[in-house]
């Protein structure tokens, strides 16, 4: 709202979006800490997690606090990179092509969001019941990786939707000729999300089971595939989807790193029959 009032109807421009997106984050947390503050005062519910201040950090939870921070800053600055570097390249093919890229990112990042609630279900549930109920944690990590994929192609046909029919992108850009560049990324933005959807799950019960720390590796992997992806198809490829099918060569990666090098997503999705019993067993036994 605060966009639309003072970029178009007050004509602040870039000043209004920024004021807008400043304000909407001071509100935000705002909220935050005052709900903390009157749930702390209303509820004697011991499950819920208070506001309540309990002293300086020790310099133990500061080093472990650093290091998840730190990788997951790392990670995040490599995502953020390819993203910049796609928007580079789209760049140098003119206007039109930069107006195209820019709506189908704002779509597809808009839509890849969908998915957050089964990764952050994947990082607090992972961890619990590794704790607690160990010999539930395969069963947990094979429905979230289902629903993962489920919720994924759902984002995918949305995307594919938005963005190759007239009337749905009509919506969010009025310019034909830029309507028309956004049909031919529709489909590797759309194949994209998909993997998007499992890479961001692989990431969250990553972090459930205690193995982050090759996070930063995936994503600067992922990185120098889509990099290597976007020199090769500028040969080959004449306009956007020069830049978007590189993603999808990235997103594919993110997969297959999560896959070769973390070991409790292989002994989980990949442990089937006898071999799986058998480890449930001694784990129901072993939290028993």
Known sequence: IGDIVLTLQLGWGTTGAAVATMASQVFAGTYFLLKSIIRKKES???????????????????????T??????LRSISAMSGYSLMTKVASSMGSLSLAAHQVT???????????????????????RDLRNKPWRVTKLIRILFGASLAVGCVVAMLTGLILSVPWCSSFIVADKAVQSILFSVALPAAVSQIFCAIS???????????????????QTIAFFVLTAALQVMKRFYVGLPAVWIPLVYGMISRCACHLSVSRSIRKHLLTFGTKQKSTNRQLANGGA
């Open 200 to 218: 961001y799950t692989a990431d969250s019960v990553a972090v459930g089971c205690g193995e982050f720390w090759y996070s930063p590796i995936n």
């Open 68 to 73: 998840m921070a730190g990788t997951v800053g």
């Open 105 to 127: 990112l704002q779509v597809w990042w808009l839509l890849s969001f969908l998915v957050e609630p089964t990764t952050a279900a994947a990082q607090s549930l992972v961890a």
């Open 44 to 66: 004697t519910n011991e499950g819920i997690v208070q506001l309540t201040w309990k002293g300086w950090p020790s310099k133990k939870l500061l080093k472990n606090f650093a």
